[in-house]
């Protein structure tokens, strides 16, 4: 067992699988930090961008233990499937909430780059940054681009900086960390492998090539084949019997006919009381539902400069699950309600019997344990996504979630 008396470092991650890059990320941030307790925050059934994890989280908790995690707890799904400032606020409240960590790892494209210029005008946000802020949002643009574009205004480089999602989130995880007194000490780590967005195959390929070998057929994962070439042996093990066992998605195409019935029966009054339909979403919506002839289809005549893929994605998501505005509003300002454990080894479960005194969140290990009005809300929600996420699998089990209980090893 770990020392847990010392320093634990705190990893952010979907794991959608965990592959080869991940485990080298793993590896490189326990031994930043004198192999120290790891603890993993994992994203619920559906990704940050909106969508399905290719295995669920109980699953890829099974990969994180396997390669070096010794705690998972859970970033709920109201969290998860948010934009990068919640998203990150979330994962970071839960390690310095819940004292389990000192240190937070993450990837990022140049891990040796000072980012404390960024960092101080997007805390400080002086004039000329909210003017040209402002500007970039009235010609059109969604706010994450704005955001870029006035800092690449004011620091050249910036901005190009910003486009790369890993860096992107490694900035809002270190605003969220001094926006609490720098309790956490951050561990940058060197990105290695292909980007986020490139599907050439190999030993250190991107989640997103893995994702489409898997859904081109049987042969993907045969011993020598792209998927087998590119996770750990564990994952490749835990995919295949979430292939035997129907348990494996391959799109989130089977939520289009339920999108498709909460269009038809509302009008734009009833789609402004849901989270995210802002600035005429709701009318777009309702416009594209006719013309659409899938998910797919329909995130793709939606999207534009002002309403990313992604945003789209996470706000049909959000529909679906009926996470309304007022709820949410209260969610974001109370922050994460509870710590929910998916899994733990040894040294995870001392960690945690150390730290649950000083924890100023909730240590559940079932939804039930919610008790506050929020957190019976992300409760409430968990549910509702694990269903959205059961009916898109081969071989569904409507009450999956309910029965699960941690992982332990």
């Excluded at 035997?244 to 498709?260: F, I, V, Y």
């Excluded at 009318?283 to 400069?305: I, V």
């Excluded at 649950?356 to 909730?362: K, R, T, V």
Aim: a positive charge; one cysteine or more.
């Amino acid at each position: 067992m770990k020392d847990i008396t010392g320093p634990a470092v705190g990893i952010v991650a979907e794991y959608n699988p965990l592959h080869n890059g991940h485990r080298l990320h793993l590896a490189a941030a326990l031994a930043r930090c004198g192999d120290a307790p790891c603890v993993a925050v994992l994203s619920s059934n559906f990704t940050q961008r909106g969508e399905p994890a290719v295995v669920d989280k109980w699953t890829r908790t099974r990969m994180a233990l396997a390669c070096g995690a010794d705690l998972v707890i859970e970033l709920p799904f109201v969290f998860a499937v948010s934009a990068a400032p919640f998203f990150s606020a979330g994962a970071v409240d839960l390690l310095v909430r819940t004292r389990l960590a000192t240190h937070i790892a993450f990837g990022m494209e140049d891990s040796t780059r000072d980012v404390s210029p960024i960092l101080d005008i997007l805390i400080h946000e002086p004039a000329s940054f909210k003017q040209r802020l402002k500007d970039e949002l009235f010609r059109g643009a969604s706010y994450a681009r704005a955001a870029a574009g006035a800092l690449e205004s004011l620091l050249p480089g910036s901005g190009v900086f910003l486009s790369s999602p890993n860096n992107l989130l490694a900035v809002s995880y270190l605003l969220r960390v001094q926006e609490l007194g720098g309790s956490l000490t951050p561990l940058p780590i060197q990105r290695l492998g292909a980007g986020h967005g490139d599907a050439a195959p190999g030993p250190l390929t991107s989640s997103l090539a893995i994702r489409a070998a898997l859904r081109r057929g049987k042969t993907s994962m045969e011993d020598g084949g792209p998927v087998a070439s590119a996770v750990p042996r564990t994952s490749l093990s835990l995919l295949r019997q979430a292939k035997e066992e129907g348990r494996l998605c391959a799109s989130g195409e089977g939520l289009w006919p339920m999108l498709q019935a909460i269009l038809i029966r509302s009008g734009p009054e009833d789609l402004r009381g849901f989270d995210g339909m802002d600035e005429g979403m709701e009318n777009l919506f309702l416009k594209r539902r006719a013309d659409s002839a899938g998910m797919e289809d329909f995130m793709a005549r939606c999207a534009s400069g002002r309403y990313t893929r992604a945003r789209i994605r996470r706000t049909a998501l959000r529909l679906l699950a009926g996470v309304d505005r007022w709820s949410w509003q209260a969610a974001a300002r109370v922050g994460v309600p509870y710590a929910r454990v998916l899994g733990a080894n040894e040294t995870g479960r001392a960690l945690l019997r150390l730290r649950a005194a000083s924890s100023s969140l909730p240590l559940i290990t079932r939804l039930a344990a919610a008790r506050d009005p929020v957190g019976r809300f992300a409760a409430r929600m968990e549910f509702r996504a694990s269903s959205l996420y059961e009916a898109l699998l081969p071989a569904p089990d409507p009450r999956h979630e309910e029965r699960q209980r941690p992982i332990m090893t």
